[in-house]
Structures are given as C-alpha cells and as structure tokens.
C-alpha cells in the first residue's frame, strides 16, 4: 500500500491548519469596544468609496459588519472574522464569519464585509437562526460594479446586500458563499 499520498494529504492539512491557527488569531477583536471601533471604521471606508452602500444604509434595516475577515489555505483553508449587528448605528450583538474550502488554492489574504440586511424577515432570520449559511435562507446579492451600476433605491427587492472591502494579501477571489454567520458571546 502506498503511503506517500496519505502523508502528502497529511502535509498539507497540517500546513493549512498552522497557516490558519497563526492569522487567525488577527481577525479576532482584543475586546468588544476595539470589535465596536473596527466595524465603525470599515463602514465608514466603505461609505468613503462606494455610494451605494452609503445609499443602501439608509434603508437597511441593519447592517452586519466584518471589519476583518482572515483567510489563507493551501489547497485546504478557511476563513475567519468577528463583527457586529447594527441597528441605527448602535451595535446590538455580535457574530462570526467562518468558512472553509478545498481546492486549488495557496495564501493569505484579508478583508472587511459589511451585509445590508433589507427585510425584516432577513433580519429575524439572522437572530433566530442557529446560525445562517450564506446562499441557503435569506436571498444575498454579492455587490460588484456591475450589480451597482443597476441597484436604486427602486430596484431594491433582494432581502440582503454584500459589499466585500479592504482586501490585502496574496489570494485571489473572495467569496462569502458558503459561509456560516453565528452569534458569539462578547
């Protein structure tokens, strides 16, 4: 029996797992007032640079904030990060973002996200549910130049909007699909 496929497997998910123990560790907030600092910074980025974020925070009925989401593999990898719930600017509770993949990948990267929660339904989705997987529940519409170019106030009939922000890194591609969002104790 051939064991060298089964060590090179092992390998890797160890390297992956080092990898994501060493920058892991930066996605988590020191204390809940820096997490409070952190999400308020990256909106107000956000807001900065993408005038439909801005416009859609008005009439979000709350806005979910990442401010720093981790993620690095080696054909194995994940993702994590800690953020806010906010509703009308005061942070009403807390959440993570994890995720993890398989595939061909290699590297680290960061990045903020901020989800624009636009229904009341999607809202009580995201607090009564035992955690919320991305693409199964509300509908999310990831928003990149091309979906904002054709997003008014008028169009609006999705129940979330995701602005990805603020990456940095060696990776390529971004994607919240797949991630599970959980309340977490703060």
């Known amino acids: 029996m051939n064991s060298k496929p089964s060590l090179l497997k092992g390998t890797i998910l160890a390297l992956a797992t080092m990898v994501l123990t060493v920058v892991g560790h930066q996605a988590l907030a020191a204390t809940a007032e820096d997490l409070h600092r952190d ?8 807001y900065d640079t993408n005038a439909v974020a801005k416009s859609l925070s008005k009439d ?7 401010p720093n989401i981790v993620k690095a593999g080696l054909v194995f990898g994940g993702s994590y990060g800690e953020g806010v719930l906010m509703k009308d600017s005061e942070v ?4 993570n973002s994890v995720a993890g993949t398989f595939g061909f990948q290699a590297g680290a990267q960061s990045y903020a996200y901020a989800m624009f929660l636009m229904t009341d339904e999607a809202v009580s989705y995201l607090e009564k549910s035992d955690g919320w ?3 199964v529940g509300p509908t999310v519409v990831m928003v990149d130049e091309g979906v904002a170019k ?22 390529a591609g971004v994607s919240i699909e797949g991630t599970k969002i959980s309340r977490i104790q703060r």
């Open 150 to 171: 054709n997003l008014s106030t008028s169009s609006l009939k999705d129940d979330a909007y995701a602005f990805i922000f603020s990456q940095q890194g060696l990776m």
């Open 39 to 46: 999400a308020r910074q990256a909106l107000e980025r956000l």
């Open 60 to 66: 979000a009925r709350a806005v979910l904030v990442f």
């Open 133 to 135: 997987e991305v693409g």
């Open 92 to 95: 009403v509770d807390y959440y």
